[in-house]
Structures are given as structure tokens and as C-alpha cells.
């Protein structure tokens, strides 16, 4: 008989709501959930390849041993056998800092890795933690951290109250929002647009986003920061500052605007490629405007200056006053897993609390840059990688010059991947181990509704019964937790769970919660029978801001309340959050963080610096997310997406004509590609997307390998960071092109 499922879509940062359709154990149809309290019915076209990753003959189901230099389908026992004979081995000899961990981008789409991941972390108590986002999104969360006390709290865009937008380095129309989950951007712009409002996007490419703003600009890459101060600028310059109310909350602000006053347009205009007017212009335009937001962010984050353009954002977004106020910027509130404490009260963020062993890199929450990872596996000495984990992650791809990280595992002693693929990276492991399909597995975005651009509660059951040889990741995470735990070794995956929740449980209890002071025996017996994701994350709810407390708010949520509620529980419209949200030590927002202000010199001696060379910047596509999508053919079919884009004047220039193959090449490497002739990039700027590259040898992804693309990281100088964030410099490479 044919059922009907609901499902969160684990594909992108959007969360959309799908309704699928099955027949036994096969899907029939994947549309959007017209229903969905959050997303409204959008859908893009990654939704419905779901059901190709769930078929997906490439997919690995059974864990697989290299032996003799093949990998093998092993039993699960097999495979921990190996991991705990080998990896004990290494520890003990050399200690567990000697081993590394990578987390990819995936791993926060799917909640059992989110959550208990941290778990295997804590016991194998290594220092040597890489992740996905030092490619991405730190600069975002380090500025956020500094002026508001937590990494995790990030303003947003109130799209569906804002008369005015003005969008940096982003592209919602494919990325579906990034540290921003906002489903149907093109319909919200629209409406935005309806109403009278205002979109103006800066960036040095026409992307289908700028194409249907009111207004594009180009600017040259890697100089937002000095845009944005310059907006700033002209904001004191000019008396349209209008953050009186948000006065009470604020520390530093004389600082901040006495450190911005050298940036005025004039200076900036050449180097950014925005004349002055035009900036004096935007100023003026947020100030005026009822309600206003700026949005930056990918290419804002992935350039030298990172943290002082994500910084600046928000500086600009409270000059204006339109921080924490409906129609401007606003901090979310989850319903589950948000930032604990005492409201307005913190000991807020620190970073270089050790430092990377080769190149003396800071931490920065918790991991250090992973452009640090191949120099880390490469040096020997005290410290040295020698056994590394991948957890749902391809670093071969993502990460700046994969061709010498490839090289590096090679010579690891050993190495371990947590991953659905054989794939150019986990093809150097020694143990693979998958995990389920998304639609055998619940689904509850973790971190997502922190940058929600409304507050909604959603869970997805099951769609299919995960077999029954096959654990799900939390499970697999607990036993290799086991394997490596001096406190814990040799406990059952019952156990440990147990602990985790118990931990979880005492910080509630002591927290400022729903239950705070409670009896935990009453909380134990309440969750009834639950285990794993799902009982942490009903304690979550139940103690959370709109919560039941177990019993004393009737009104409030529970998991079983949403289970009741397959298209999801509105939450209402984002609300003002300060002070609470604050957790800084003063409870105010620290407008001036010293590093910042520090590092505006920096930004300061980049002035004037010409357009001598190509620079090469980044594209997102619709139907792509880094890597991982790449073997899915709904995804890979039509016209060939990983081309490189150049102006026809630079084309011309350089005898390339459209269609033909050109020569990229940079300090850190060289590529071919296919060129596209296009007038929607600013001169003197190049092209391409990101995680391409599928054809290394081991692989075993078959729609892929046939389509395989170059990849632009090769490109990536991995000595080229913010040094603030240690965030990688993925826009604004200098590169030389010629035909190839």
C-alpha cells in the first residue's frame, strides 16, 4: 500500500519540509510539504534526489577493511576489531594526541553525528580537531562570539519585515540561505520587493541573486571589510547614526567609531572598485530606511579579512539601529540545544588556548585551521598525526591544497572514515564505516533553527526501518567511544548512552531551565523508554524556553507533542533577545573586541593595492553542496556546471574562447578547466566552484567519476588565512590564465 511520509530535508541549511511518497521499500515521489509550518511547500531541486542517494548503488552499507591494499566487506565486530587493535596500538605508543579528527559539512545535517560526536571527541581527548568550518563559516561566528558572548549566536535577517536588504558576498537564490536558513529566498525577495522595499547586493559576480535585486555592484575581491567600513564611516561622518535605544547595551562604541574614522569613501574607492558616491549612497540608504538588515556572508568569510567584514556587518546593522529590532537584524531562540546560563550573563569567547604543534596556529572554537591538517600528518616529531578520523567529510576536495593532503594520507599509520562513500578521501582509509540512509534514520536539526528566519519546531521519523545488522551513527559513534575512552573503556553502547543523558540531564538540572532543581529520578522516569538522539533531545525540549517542564507548563512542547504535529509547531516571528542573549562578561554587546580593533591596521595597509592579477572567487550552484551531492544524477545532468567563468574583455584579452580549456594556476597549484565567456563577472575576476575534482583513483563513485570537473582548492594557497579566524582564503586568489 502506498503511505505518505513527512521529512526535513538534510540536504542544505533551508530545512525544507518534503512529503514522500513509498510504496514497501521504495520511494515513489519526493515533493514539497505544502503543510510545513517553516518552509511553506519550497522545495529545490536537491529535495527529490533523496530517493537516488537512498537507492544509490554506490552507497555503502557493510563496513570495509583494506587488506593488500583493497578494501574488503567486513562484519561490523570486524571492523572495531581492527580499529581497536590498530588505533590502541598508536596511543599507546604515542599518546592521543597523536591522532586527528576532521569533521565534514554533512555531519551537521544529520543530528546522531551532531550530537554525539562531541561525545567521541571528549573521550579521545586530543587536541588535533580539524573541521569543515575553517573553509567556511569561523570568521561569521568568531566576530559573533566576541561581541555577544557565545559562537552559536548569530543575527539574521528579518527578510519578512525589512524594507531594505542589502546582501555581500552571498547568494540565497542557491545557497538557500548559510548561517541564515531561510527557505524560498526568491519568494521572500519578491515579497519584499512588493511591498516596496529594497534589495542591493555587492559582489563581483551577477549571480542569480544580484540578478534580481534592485540593484548590483561590483566590488573587487577581499575588500568588503574596507566597504563596509567605509559605510561605516560615512554613517559618523555624516550623523545618521541612530542606535540610541540599543545605548543601555552597548560597550565600546566611541572605540569602534574612532577606529573607523581613517576609512572614509575616498580612501577605499579604487581598492574596493566602488566609487565613493556610491557608497556615501548605500550609507544613506540604510540610514533612511524604515527598516533595514545586511546580510554577508561565504565570500565575506572565505578572504583574508573575514572576521573584520563579518564584524562590520553588524557594526553597520547597530550604527543604523536596526539590531535586535523586528524588520532589521534578530537573534532566533530553539527550542532545543541553544546557548544555557544565566540570561545576560556570560564569561564569553576565547581563542589560542594552544596553538597548531608546525605552524603555531590558534585555536579557534576548539579546532585549529584544517588548511594546518597536512603539514600536522607530514612533520615528525612529538604530536605528529599518525592516526586520523573522517567523520562525513571529503578534505581531499574541501580543503586548500588537496593535492598535498592527498599525498599526506598516504603516510598515516592509520586512518579511519566515517562515511556513506568510498570516496576520494576515505578511499586512504583502513576501516570504513557507513552509516545509515537519511530516510532510515529520524531527523532534528540541531543548529539550524539558531539562524532560523522564524522560530518553528520540526522532527522527522523514520521513513524506512534501518536493517537490522546495520547501527545507526549514534551507536557507532558510542562503541568507538568505548574503544578509546581511559574512563569508559570496554562499556556497552547502553551504557554510554546512559552517561551521556545523565550528563546532559545534571546540566539541565543546574542550569537556568524549566527544571532547573528538579528530582532527576522524576526526569528519568518521564522520558519513559526513549534511548539516544531522541531522549536528549526530548529533555532538550521539555527544558527548554517553550517547553512543558515536565508537567509545569501544560501548554508547552515535548517530543511526543511533535510527533503529533508531522508538518511542524510555528513558533512565531523572530523577537527582540537583548539583553538575555548576551553572554559576554560586561552583558552588553562588546562593539570594540581589542583583536578587531587591532587588526584594522592590517586592513589599513591593504589599500591601494591594484587589480595587477585574475583573482579567483568561488559560485555556488542549486543543485550542488560542496562534494556530496556529486553522484546523485538528478543532480549532475545538463549542461556542465564546473566551468570557468571570465569576462569577455579578459577572455579576449587572453585568446580563450567560450567552450575551449584554460590553464589556472596559482602559488599553490594548477588546473584545467573549461572556460565560459560570460559579461555577469567583473573584470579581472575569475570562477569556479567548489568541490570538484572526482577523479582520483580508488574511488568507487560511478556518476561522478564520469563527470568529474577540476577542483578550484588545488587553487587555495593553505598558508593564505584570517589570521584572526585561521579561515581559509578561498576568494580573492591571485591566478594567472592562459588557453590550455
Not at 555503502?60 to 593488500?68: A, G, S, T
Not at 561566528?141 to 543575527?155: K, R, W, Y
Not at 519585515?161 to 542557491?174: H, I, K, Q
Not at 539590531?323 to 569567547?349: E, M, N, Q, T, Y
Amino acid at each position: 500500500m502506498p503511505e505518505t511520509h513527512y521529512r526535513i530535508c538534510p540536504f542544505c541549511e533551508a530545512t525544507c519540509g518534503l512529503e514522500i511518497e513509498t510504496t514497501e521499500r521504495s520511494v515513489t515521489s519526493v515533493r514539497g510539504d505544502g503543510e510545513d509550518v517553516f518552509s511553506d511547500g519550497f522545495i529545490c531541486p536537491k529535495g527529490p534526489a533523496l530517493a537516488e542517494l537512498d537507492a544509490d548503488p554506490d552507497r555503502l552499507r557493510h563496513p570495509l577493511i583494506k587488506r593488500n591494499g583493497s578494501h574488503v566487506a567486513a562484519t561490523w565486530d570486524e571492523a572495531f576489531a581492527e580499529i581497536e587493535t590498530r588505533l590502541g596500538a598508536i596511543i599507546a605508543e604515542h599518546g592521543s594526541e597523536s591522532v586527528g579528527v576532521y569533521l565534514g559539512n554533512p555531519s551537521v545535517h544529520n543530528w546522531s553525528l551532531a550530537l554525539y560526536s562531541r561525545v567521541f571527541l571528549r573521550a579521545l581527548q586530543t587536541p588535533q580537531i580539524y573541521s569543515a568550518s575553517t573553509v567556511d563559516q569561523v570568521p561569521k561566528q568568531l566576530a559573533s562570539g566576541l561581541m555577544f558572548g557565545s559562537f552559536a549566536t548569530v543575527a539574521v535577517p528579518d527578510i519578512d519585515r525589512t524594507d531594505y536588504l542589502l546582501v555581500l558576498g552571498a547568494n540565497p537564490f542557491e545557497s538557500n540561505g548559510s548561517l541564515w536558513t531561510v527557505p524560498d529566498f526568491p519568494g521572500r525577495l519578491r515579497a519584499l520587493q512588493k511591498r516596496g522595499g529594497t534589495c542591493v547586493v555587492i559582489d563581483p559576480k551577477r549571480t542569480r541573486t544580484a540578478a534580481a535585486a534592485d540593484r548590483h555592484l561590483f566590488i573587487r575581491p577581499g575588500s568588503d571589510a574596507l566597504f563596509l567600513a567605509a559605510v561605516a564611516n560615512t554613517l559618523v561622518a555624516e550623523n545618521l547614526c541612530t542606535h540610541k535605544d540599543l545605548d543601555p547595551h552597548l560597550d565600546g562604541v566611541e572605540a569602534a567609531k574612532a577606529a573607523l574614522e581613517p576609512f572614509t569613501p575616498e580612501l577605499v574607492a579604487s581598492t574596493c572598485g566602488i566609487e565613493a558616491n556610491e557608497i556615501r549612497k548605500i550609507a544613506r540608504e540604510l540610514a533612511a530606511a524604515p527598516r533595514a538588515a545586511i546580510y554577508g556572508r561565504i565570500g565575506t568569510c572565505t578572504q583574508e579579512f573575514g572576521t573584520l567584514a563579518s564584524w562590520l556587518v553588524d557594526v553597520c546593522n547597530i550604527l543604523t539601529g536596526n539590531f535586535d529590532r523586528p524588520g532589521g537584524v534578530l537573534f532566533p531562540l530553539p527550542a532545543a540545544f541553544s546557548v544555557g546560563g544565566k540570561p545576560g550573563i556570560g564569561r564569553g569567547v576565547s581563542t589560542g588556548r594552544r596553538h597548531s604543534r608546525v605552524r603555531g596556529a590558534p585555536e579557534v572554537m576548539g579546532e585549529f585551521p584544517c588548511s594546518c591538517l597536512a603539514e600536522e600528518i607530514e612533520t615528525p616529531g612529538k604530536g605528529q598525526i599518525r592516526a586520523l578520523f573522517t567523520i562525513a567529510g571529503n578534505p581531499v576536495l574541501s580543503t586548500p591544497n588537496g593535492t598535498r593532503l592527498d599525498a599526506a594520507m598516504r603516510n598515516l599509520d592509520f586512518m579511519v572514515s566515517l562515511d556513506i562513500y568510498l570516496n576520494e578521501t576515505s578511499r586512504h582509509a583502513d576501516v570504513i564505516l557507513p552509516g545509515l540512509s537519511p530516510l532510515e534514520s529520524s531527523h532534528y536539526d540541531t543548529a539550524f533553527p539558531a539562524f532560523g528566519y522564524r522560530n518553528a519546531l520540526r522532527y522527522s521519523p523514520p521513513v524506512f526501518a534501518a536493517p537490522d545488522d546495520r547501527p545507526a551513527e549514534w551507536q557507532t559513534l558510542l562503541r568507538l567511544t568505548s574503544i578509546v575512552s581511559k574512563d569508559a573503556g570496554g562499556a556497552s553502547v547502553e551504557d554510554l548512552d546512559n552517561f551521556v543523558f545523565s550528563t546532559n540531564l545534571q546540566r539541565y538540572l543546574r542550569s537556568d531551565s524549566k527544571i532547573q532543581g528538579r528530582d532527576e529520578s522524576e526526569i528519568q522516569q518521564e522520558l519513559g523508554d526513549r534511548v539516544g538522539p531522541e531522549r536528549l533531545l526530548d529533555l532538550a525540549l521539555r527544558a527548554g524556553p517553550y517547553g512543558d517542564g515536565f508537567g509545569s507548563d501544560p501548554d508547552g512542547v515535548s517530543l511526543k507533542k511533535v510527533e503529533e504535529h508531522p508538518h511542524g509547531i510555528d513558533l512565531g516571528e523572530l523577537q527582540s533577545r537583548v539583553p538575555e542573549v548576551l553572554k559576554t562578561p560586561s552583558g552588553k554587546i562588546e562593539l570594540a573586541p581589542g583583536a578587531v580593533i587591532e587588526d584594522l591596521s592590517r586592513l589599513r595597509d591593504c589599500v591601494g593595492r591594484g587589480a595587477e592579477s585574475l583573482y579567483l572567487i568561488g559560485r555556488r550552484h542549486l543543485r550542488s553542496n560542496n562534494s556530496w551531492l556529486h553522484n546523485l544524477p538528478r543532480l549532475t545532468r545538463g549542461k556542465n556546471l564546473c566551468t570557468l567563468q571570465i569576462h569577455s574583455d579578459d577572455a579576449g584579452r587572453l585568446k580563450l574562447s567560450d567552450g575551449g580549456t584554460a590553464l589556472v594556476s596559482s602559488k599553490a597549484g594548477s588546473v584545467e578547466v573549461p572556460v565560459e565567456v560570460t559579461d555577469d563577472i567583473m573584470p579581472g575576476v575569475v570562477s569556479m566552484p567548489h568541490g570538484w575534482g572526482h577523479n582520483h583513483e580508488g574511488a568507487k563513485l560511478s556518476v561522478a567519476r564520469d563527470r568529474p570537473g577540476s577542483n578550484s582548492n588545488i587553487l587555495a594557497d593553505e598558508f593564505a588565512l584570517d589570521p584572526l579566524s585561521g579561515n581559509a582564503v578561498l576568494n580573492g586568489i591571485p591566478v594567472t590564465v592562459r588557453a590550455a
